[in-house]
């Protein structure tokens, strides 16, 4: 299966907004990054929380779902240099996050703390909404460090999973992987799995 999702290459850290973007243009809405850079409420770097990614497709008028293992502030996370260079510090992200977790309830995003195993991922996929994803693109690339990377999920086959890959330094649309390697990368730590799923609107 594969979902006719719009394809855009991304500017530095800009992989979520890029993310939600294309997600967003396949459920029927165009939004400009720009607009959606300010709904997620990025790091000073321009990092992304998938928290942000949530409000700001619940914010926009999409039915949301939010699965995470740690659906607050992880402090482990920040035993990662990844998390210590790309962000504000561990301080000002707790703040962020929590004041994130209060609009989503207010956005009514549906939110679980659990894992979610890549069959019902798939499943819901076929419900005809479109999911975004929170990867490790060094185990993808086989780099010995932790890169957090959001890709929207494009489509899937009985081996393995389509993504859009909007890095600017290798973009590439329909990007396949494995589904031993995706599940491997969506699980490494740092990822804390994060997924969102973003349904079409009714009318």
């Known amino acids: 299966m594969k979902l006719e999702v719009p394809f855009y290459i991304q500017g ?38 998938t928290i942000g990614l949530a409000k700001a497709s619940a914010q ?9 293992k740690s659906l ?3 402090p482990e996370n920040f035993d990662l240099e990844y998390y210590q260079r790309e962000t504000d510090g561990a301080e000002n992200v707790e ?8 609009e989503c ?21 076929n419900e005809n909404c479109t999911a975004i994803v929170l990867i490790d693109w060094g185990k993808i690339k086989n780099v010995d460090r932790y890169i957090g990377h959001f890709l929207p999920i494009v489509g899937f086959d009985e081996e393995n999973i389509y993504l859009h ?17 995706f599940d491997t990368a969506r699980k490494s ?5 994060d997924i969102i799923f973003i349904h079409r609107k009714m009318h």
């Open 95 to 102: 703040i962020k996050i929590k004041k994130l977790q209060a």
């Open 60 to 68: 926009l008028g999409f039915k949301t779902e939010f699965y995470s």
């Open 72 to 74: 607050g502030f992880n």
């Open 165 to 181: 890959q909007p890095g600017p330094k290798d973009p590439e649309a329909n990007f396949k992987i494995n589904k031993f390697l």
């Open 12 to 49: 530095i850290n800009e992989c979520g907004p890029a993310a939600l973007q294309m997600a967003l243009e396949f459920l029927g809405e165009k939004h400009e990054k720009e607009e959606i850079k300010k709904l997620i409420e990025s790091e000073s770097t321009g990092a992304t929380w």
């Open 105 to 125: 309830i207010k956005y009514k995003v549906e939110m679980e703390e659990r894992e979610i195993p890549l069959d019902e991922i798939i499943s819901k996929i």
């Open 189 to 193: 730590k740092g990822t804390d799995e």
